[in-house]
């Protein structure tokens, strides 16, 4: 008897506590925050997909996947790096999945793919990574859903161009990746030096993915003041090195990715001294990126790229906006609306973002040191900044009409007027 | 019911119920199968040349560039093909691969087994080279999108319309290269690959039905180019890499050479993995290989060999049998 | 162009020559016993790079990584010989089509395994610096890797002629029915065979590792490229192996250098040429 009755007895403050849920439930209740994150986990950009995630996911745990009450589900799905594919798998987030947004891509490709999709779908996407020019210039009216919260390739490649004119070069000799991004890269730098009163001599396209640039280098031209570089992953572990030993002691001049810590912890002593420019660097002396730096290394067992801080950063804006809306999903439009007046200061620095849903950001111009940082124990080689521009946009000094009718730079544009 | 009938009428069978029963599944498999159709022709083309000439290519994924990329430049540059026109299109797609087939086929067809192998290899990277390099055509390593799907009338924006388009496609591929391989000119095929001296000294002019068969599935592999422009909605190089081609004699191996159909099992079981299964796990390049390791060592003829080892091991389980059966009456 | 820049480039293609040398001997033999096209040939160099890597991290020693990470993966190539091509028996496509199956699974297992960030094999530091020859900067390690063809080859080519092993594989290669006739364990020539190309493609890969780097996707880089060699030399021989080696290696430096607008085809494009004209490649004996 007395069995039953405790039974019962115990049974009884489950019973009011499940009662007093169902109370309370259907207020607080919310529909859960979808989002889907379209990244490469397999194939040649796997480690690429592998920072965005663990950027993106670092914030959620910090966050306890949850944004203003609301509770957040990442799905990540696997584009393999193709862009055909990115597109069958951002269909499925939406249609199967049901995600209010989408996150990611990584190439060029990849963008120009998944941004109609959010047309066609009326689903936001927000480009964590994707530099090409284009999409938040002129083909920025396809894409209503569009933003993009990490920049575009020339965005660092401006500020960079004038300060080499500071520096006093006047004749620089580029060679870059052959794809889009590097055409980007080179355009920007190119235009901006050569308004300052700088020349490009030279530019030299090595297929993406060359590691031997024996063949390149002996037609360095020997009167450039310095080499303005754009590799990319291993091509930027390659080509310092082939550069210094075969005698070329002249500065290089080291585009946004060449030197970035995606590729930097793996380098040697050789790139000491080596500058280049981007939004983001691990060595950034605030308290901010600080600790995001030593949580992050903690927790993935290496030092943060962009890659993760941008998608790190990402998610939380897309916090800030869900506080704004009280955990409640605003509707595409008026998500955006929001995101794009939003003003953050992430581990990069302060950030807003200009009327083509672009981010604005400061650009760090950066130099490698061995050194010792952050209370770590031994010298590593790190990008401290000797240098920043503060909020700069896309279309950096130059207004953005005047900008938009000059067309997306090229291979062959700007041309090389002062090519020898 | 001799046991070719037999094998159309499965085969009817299996078509009518993916028409269907696909349509009322998830977009996404919906997605996925027309995906799995769309690149089945050019796998099917590819077991022309494998499974029946006995060529083993590793450039075919060329001519899905050639129809894809032409696809992608008219409709971007010229507008062209995204109404009415669209039938003209998949002809002059088909046309240009098969031109470029032609090319490629007087250098290649001279070589056999590995050297065939590796020219095709070689001409394939050269097409990649070009769709990388020709950025003023082909966008380079961007790629080019396509503004929307054709629209003659249907709105084949609509995954299930776009579904049975392409599904009526490679129904009429698979019916014209059935009747291709069984006519005496799939027969002397068969032939050559099997004893290709033997139909020298016949006669047969045995270069001249390898160039055609090389010919005929340059064509095809165009046809699937256009449609795949057009499932993904954006063309690029990676469309033309060398892993297409391996993935796609792959999938010709692992189908089952010479059966035509075995071909889109192939592109159906490989594009489940990579593209469903990778949804559900990570691992998944670890069950790929592992499929094709398993196929390729246990079973030669690949996944449409399966009835027949059946029913052979059933008639072999039948003559011990048979065997102490008539014993037992002695 | 002054005399400078052509022997600058000459010495670079020959280097370049050199690591190819290395890549396609292994790949030549295979063909020559065994009529395999090994399409896994370019995970073995990507594994040996990485295996060196390792034996980097843990022991601290490049000199051990380089015949640690070369038996290990002729080990791996010994075993995939044994437990898996040998019961196809004698079926060209499905073996090469099985040795794709597992560059597949290499490929996987060596991200899930190194990860896929880029790496570089630092060699001892005597071997980072230049000499300066005549106003030339040259690198030091792009000699030691010259060097390095250049023993390999010569081992090779004793083995080959001067041992009864070589004389073994010698008569596999021409006429692998006879060779059994006269007693010699063709199945065991094969074995070694392809432990030895392994091997080779492995020494390939962390020689080659200081030089172009560690990384996903280096062995579908390198495999069209030790094709190139193997078929411009012709299969199955070693001697070819070598020219082609050096053909590809100045074509290919040259070519970019004074064609950059064709730098996508100086590698296939001689390729598709030359075994429309030869299809068993210059020397090939088939």
Known sequence: ?420 | MTRARCKVLIVIAALAAIALVVPHSTSFLILLATRALAFSILVMSLDLLLGFAGLASLGQAAYLGVGAYLTAILATRYQFGLGYDFGLVVALGMFMSAALAAVFGLLAVRATGVYFLMITLALGQCVWGLAYRWNSLTGGDNGINLPHRPQFGIDLANEVTFFYVVFGFFVVSLSIMYTLVRSPFGRSLVGIREREPRMKILGYNTWLHKYLAFIIAGAFGGLSGVLWAHTAGIVSPENVVLTTSVDALLMTVLGGPGTLVGGAIGAAVVLFIREYLSTLVHWWQYVLGGVYILVILYLPGGLMSIPERIRRRAARAEAPAAQSLAAAKL | MDARFWLIQTFNGVSYGALLFLVGSGLSLIFGVMRIVNLSHGSYFLLGGYVALTVIWTAGSWLLAVPVAAVTVAVIGLVMERVFLRPLGFDPLRQVLLTVGFAFLFQQAALDIWTGNPFDIDPPAALTKSIVVGGLHLPLYRIFMIGVALAIGLALWLMMEKTRFGAAIRATVDDAQMARGVGIDTSLISMLIFALGALLAALGGVIGGGFLGVYPGLDFEMLPVAFAVVIIGGMGSLGGAAIGALLVGLADNFGKALFPEVSYFTLYAPMALILAVRPTGLFGRD
Not at chain 1, 61 to 68: H, K, L, M, V
Not at chain 1, 141 to 146: A, L, S
Not at chain 1, 165 to 183: L, N
Request: contains cysteine; glycine residues 8%; neutral net charge.
């Open chain 1, 1 to 420: 008897m007395t069995g039953k009755l405790a039974r019962r007895l115990s049974r009884m403050p489950v019973a009011a506590a499940l009662l007093l849920a169902m109370q309370l439930a259907p207020a607080a209740a919310q529909e859960a925050l979808r989002i889907g994150v379209v990244a490469p986990v397999t194939g040649i950009f796997a480690q690429v997909g592998a920072d965005m995630t663990n950027g993106f996911k670092m914030y959620l745990d910090q966050t306890n996947s949850t944004f203003a009450g609301t509770k957040v589900v990442p799905i990540i799905e696997d584009s393999q790096g193709k862009p055909d594919l990115a597109v069958t798998k951002a269909r499925k987030l939406i249609l199967e999945d049901h995600v209010q947004m989408l996150v990611g891509g990584v190439l060029a490709t990849e963008g120009y793919a998944l941004a109609p999709v959010s047309t066609a779908e009326k689903t936001v996407y927000i480009s964590s990574v994707t530099a090409a020019d284009d999409l938040t210039q002129r083909q920025l009216p396809n894409f209503p859903y569009f933003l993009r919260t990490s920049w575009t390739s020339s965005q660092p490649m401006h500020p960079f161009g004038q300060w080499a004119c500071d520096q006093g070069y006047k004749k620089i000799a580029a060679i870059a990746a052959d794809y889009a991004f590097g055409y980007e890269s080179v355009g920007g730098f190119q235009k901006a030096f050569e308004d300052c009163g700088g020349k490009i001599i030279q530019k030299i396209w090595p297929p993406i993915g060359t590691k031997d640039f024996g063949p390149y280098i002996p037609t360095i031209k020997p009167d450039a003041d310095a080499v303005f570089s754009l590799m990319v992953g291993p091509m930027a572990l390659q080509f310092p090195k082939q550069l210094r030993d075969s005698g070329y002691t002249s500065p290089i001049v080291g585009g946004s990715v060449s030197y970035d810590e995606s590729a930097l912890p793996f380098m040697g002593d050789e790139v000491i001294g080596d500058v280049s420019a981007e939004q983001y660097s691990a060595a950034l002396l605030t308290p901010a990126n600080e600790a995001f730096v030593k949580t992050y290394r903690a927790k993935y067992g290496k030092v943060p790229s962009y890659f993760s801080e941008s998608n790190y950063t990402t998610a939380m804006m897309i916090d800030d906006v869900m506080k704004e809306t009280g955990g409640k999903w605003p509707g595409s439009q008026a998500f955006i609306a929001k995101l794009a007046a939003l003003k953050v200061d992430a581990p990069r620095g302060p950030l807003s973002f200009d009327d083509m849903r672009n981010v604005v950001q400061n650009i760090y111009i950066k130099k490698v040191e061995k050194t010792m940082l952050f209370g770590y124990d031994k010298p590593e080689l790190w990008d401290m900044v000797i240098k920043t521009y503060p909020a700069v946009s896309q279309f950096w000094t130059y207004g953005k009409d005047a900008f938009l009718k000059q067309p997306v730079y090229s291979r062959d544009f700007p041309a090389c007027k002062y090519c020898e």
